[in-house]
């Protein structure tokens, strides 16, 4: 597996990765705002992909940053990649590549009533990488809950 910065060529890819995860987030693949922010963090250099030596994409990932806070924008792996550390790579890499110093690292996940919290799998994702379980958020486009998870940065 190789994580890299992603391309202009790659919006495809995430839209292919939206559309996996739609029934949770709600709509994206159609959705203008999805176009423009991919673009923008490619843009900005604030976006990363898995791929894998065919250089199928694995997984994707959009980060911004407002030091000492840093966030997980956006964060998706293939179906079919799901349990084999492509978003474990995916968040080492953007630590290391995005993160300055002390601070936090911060993403909206599903709140622990919504039907994709276990589905998913990410809100145990999120805790194995040391993520603790914060406040809560406004609720995702499809009307279900989120929570704020957070992790420390030394």
């Not at 597996?1 to 202009?8: G, P, Q, T, Y």
């Not at 996996?20 to 843009?43: C, K, L, N, Y």
């Not at 998706?76 to 953007?94: C, P």
């Amino acid at each position: 597996m190789i994580v890299r910065l992603a391309r202009e060529q790659d919006l495809p890819h995430f839209l292919d990765l939206a559309a996996q995860v739609e029934h949770w987030f709600g709509p994206m693949v159609e959705d203008p705002g999805f176009h423009s922010a991919v673009d923008t963090h490619i843009r900005q250099s604030a976006a990363l992909v898995a791929t894998s030596s065919e250089s199928a994409l694995l997984g994707g990932l959009l980060f911004g940053a407002e030091p000492p806070i840093y966030h997980v924008h956006w964060l998706v792996v293939s179906e079919k990649a799901r349990g084999q550390g492509v978003g474990r790579a995916l968040m080492a890499d953007a630590t290391r590549r995005f993160v300055l110093g002390p601070g936090s690292i911060e993403v909206v996940t599903f709140g622990a009533d919504h039907p994709g919290a276990a589905a998913s799998g990410a809100r145990t994702f999120y805790e194995g990488l040391g993520f603790t379980p914060a406040e809560a958020t406004d609720p995702g486009p499809e009307g279900g809950s989120r929570q704020i998870y957070r992790r420390a940065v030394t």
